[in-house]
């Protein structure tokens, strides 16, 4: 568990999952994402993200507000994907339900992430993945120190086609972005 003033990142709990299916319902949310999601779609998300914790101790945690307990989204660290640039690489990511939005959560919570794997993980650099159409992501990486990786972006196996083009970012260890 990772807390910050205004938010705890956490496990998953059985309780995440209708504010999770949700957040994968709206439009919004899932403009730069893909396509709306089934139930039991968000559901599997959330099952793959638990197995990723028990596996490597870390994933996309829960995100929680500490004021009222409130389900905000995910953020928070994982394996990069197979078939992209940052395999074998540690990626950070998140997704905020869209009320939640413009009030800093997302940065909070991205940088505690940050600040746990530079602790806990023997990372030389974090990366970070988005659709080009997703400039809120993109911008948030840069607000985080991340450099631009142009020489990684990728067309993603996993992504419908107008999302399919993506962009990557990282951050080294230190703050220092490799060139």
């Known amino acids: 568990m990772i807390e910050t003033d205004r938010l705890i990142l956490r496990g998953w709990h059985d309780g ?12 919004r949310v899932m403009a730069t994402l893909g396509p709306l999601l089934w139930r039991d779609e968000s559901d599997a998300l959330i099952d793959r ?27 928070g660290l994982k394996p ?4 992209t640039p940052i395999e074998g690489e540690i990626e950070i990511g998140w997704r905020l339900a869209h009320e ?9 919570a991205a940088q505690a ?16 993945i988005t659709s080009t159409d997703n400039a809120r992501s993109w911008g948030l990486m840069e607000r985080l ?13 996993n992504a419908i086609d107008r999302l399919r083009r993506h962009i990557t970012y990282r951050i080294a260890r230190g703050g220092v972005n490799p060139a």
């Not at 939640?100 to 909070?108: D, I, K, L, T």
């Not at 120190?145 to 196996?157: I, L, N, Q, T, V």
């Open 16 to 27: 995440d999952r209708a504010p999770f299916h949700a957040m994968g319902q709206d439009a």
């Open 49 to 75: 993200l638990q197995a990723i914790f028990d596996t490597h101790g870390f994933t996309f945690w829960a995100i929680e507000r500490r004021a009222d307990g409130a389900f905000l989204g995910f953020c």
């Open 80 to 83: 990069g994907a197979e078939d």
């Open 100 to 108: 939640h939005w413009g009030q800093g959560y997302a940065r909070e």
């Open 113 to 128: 992430s940050l600040d746990w794997g530079w602790a806990n993980l023997d990372a030389p650099a974090i990366a970070a």
């Open 145 to 157: 120190g991340m450099a631009r990786a142009p020489e990684d972006d990728f067309d993603h196996p």
